[in-house]
């Protein structure tokens, strides 16, 4: 049983350009949220899909946008880069629903630099 | 505003001793409290978690306490193990949904 899994592992972007992310949920699971670890810090929420939808963000610009699939996987795009959001990005699914209770597990994450 | 705290950064225990992790939050509304264990180049791993309907909960060598009226928990690992070396967040959430962290304590279990 495949957990959480992200690609890509590593990337380097110049400031200005864009970048996409990909996530694919741990098996059975339908809801997908997005995290930024920045070096010596703890996660901060970016958002969250379920159902293909946004259902909850987190204090991040507009630069920041998301997708979900209908096989549930996810994308996270972010535009015109910033030194600021090299970091690492991690990818959290959970089975049945936001508000289902159910352990949050996350991925290993795609380290993200920009120069 | 940080609303989840780990005031310390860094905790160095000896082998089959007691760890002792802390973490206070500021925000009444939570209702739901995890731990994780990183390792280098690892994503965050689930360790044990505790509602707030609760004031214990344990899982073998883990055991994590919660007292409301402090708005503080505590994570206790005994034995520590070196494989227990990793950096430890703590995170909190309302209504299960968005997890909100604290900025990890770093245990180093020392043979």
């Known amino acids: 049983d495949a957990g959480v899994t992200q690609s890509p592992t590593h990337l380097i972007k110049t400031r200005g350009q864009q970048v996409t992310l990909r996530c694919s949920p741990k098996?059975?699971?339908?809801?997908v949220s997005w995290y930024q670890q920045a070096l010596g810090q703890g996660p901060q929420f970016i958002f969250q899909?379920?159902?293909?939808?946004?259902?909850q963000r987190g204090n991040f610009p507009d630069r920041f946008s998301g997708h979900q699939f209908p096989n549930y996987s996810s994308e996270l795009n972010v535009n015109a880069l910033l030194l600021g959001d090299s970091a690492l990005y991690l990818c959290?699914?959970?089975?049945?629903?936001?508000?289902?209770?159910?352990?949050?597990?996350f991925g290993e994450g795609s380290w993200l630099t920009v120069v | 505003d940080q609303q989840v705290k780990q005031n310390s950064p860094s905790l160095s225990v000896q082998e089959g001793r007691i760890s002792i992790l802390n973490c206070d939050y500021t925000?009444?509304?939570?209702?739901?409290f995890l731990w994780y264990k990183k390792y280098p180049a690892e994503g965050p791993t689930f360790l044990i978690s505790?509602?707030?309907?609760?004031d214990k909960n344990e899982d073998g060598r883990f055991t994590v306490f919660l007292n409301k009226s402090a708005k503080h928990l505590s994570l206790h690992i005994v034995p520590s193990q070196p494989g227990d070396s990793a950096v430890y967040f703590c995170?909190?959430?309302?209504?299960?949904?968005?997890?909100?962290f604290g900025q990890g304590t770093r245990l180093t279990i020392n043979p």
């Open positions: 959290a699914s959970r089975q049945g629903g936001p508000r289902s209770g159910n352990t949050i597990y």
């Open positions: 925000n009444s509304m939570f209702d739901y």
């Open positions: 505790i509602s707030s309907i609760k």
């Open positions: 995170a909190a959430s309302e209504g299960a949904q968005k997890l909100v």
């Open positions: 098996s059975g699971h339908d809801t």
């Open positions: 899909y379920y159902e293909e939808e946004e259902r």
